[in-house]
T-cell receptor, first 111, second 110 residues
């Protein structure tokens, strides 16, 4: 059974720091991997999608990579801002439609 | 383009009542899923569908039914609500290239 672990569970950093969030899967046969952001009491906003033929994706200050051999993904946030404070979730699919989610990393960026 | 629309946004039920959570998408996506989100447990898959007329169970299907009569709609039915079904429910759809989520339904069963 696929399980997803996100480390750390919580993180508090001063504004301007670069940071890395980690996600690992027990089954490394990941087809698609997606990172989401969730603000308190809100839905999930897609940040980055790494498709089966890709190894990384970038959007602005965000970069996500996937190492399929180890079943690990990282989300890199450059020059963090207080507006980045949220919970970050990774989800992976062994098939194209069944996503399994990690429990998230709760990020707080201090001004 | 509305994306994924869930109704209602909030609902309080009494134990034993039944209800249907509605989900509709306007992106012509084949895949649709229902998740529940509970503190400390992340999002867990309840049921999913790979197309109209095709549904299957996820991790936590007990107490829930689904049907997919059209591509657009994927309602989730609670047969006899229990306090353990108090949760936030999310519907999501995908073309196979990543999921788009609705804004959620916060359900409380008393």
């Amino acid at each position: 059974k696929q399980e997803v672990t996100q480390i750390p569970a919580a993180l508090s950093v001063p504004e301007g720091e670069n940071l890395v969030l980690n996600c690992s899967f027990t089954d490394s046969a990941i087809y698609n991997l997606q990172w989401f952001r969730q603000d308190p009491g809100k839905g999930l906003t897609s940040l980055l999608l790494i498709q089966s033929s890709q190894r990384e994706q970038t959007s602005g200050r965000l970069n996500a990579s996937l190492d399929k051999s180890s079943g690990r993904s990282t989300l890199y946030i450059a020059a963090s801002q207080p507006g980045d404070s949220a919970t970050y979730l990774c989800a992976g699919a062994s098939g194209t439609y069944k996503y399994i989610f990690g429990t998230g990393t709760r990020l707080k960026v201090l001004a | 383009n509305a994306g994924v629309t869930q109704t209602p946004k909030f609902q309080v039920l009494k134990t034993g009542q039944s209800m249907t959570l509605q989900c509709a998408q306007d992106m012509n996506h084949e895949y649709m899923s229902w998740y529940r989100q509970d503190p400390g447990m992340g999002l867990r898959l309840i049921h999913y569908s790979v197309g109209a007329g095709i549904t299957d169970q996820g991790e936590v299907p007990n107490g829930y039914n689904v049907s997919r009569s059209t591509t657009e709609d994927f309602p989730l039915r609670l047969l006899s609500a229990a306090p353990s079904q108090t949760s936030v429910y999310f519907c999501a759809s995908s073309s196979g290239l990543g999921y788009t989520f609705g804004s959620g339904t916060r359900l409380t069963v008393v």
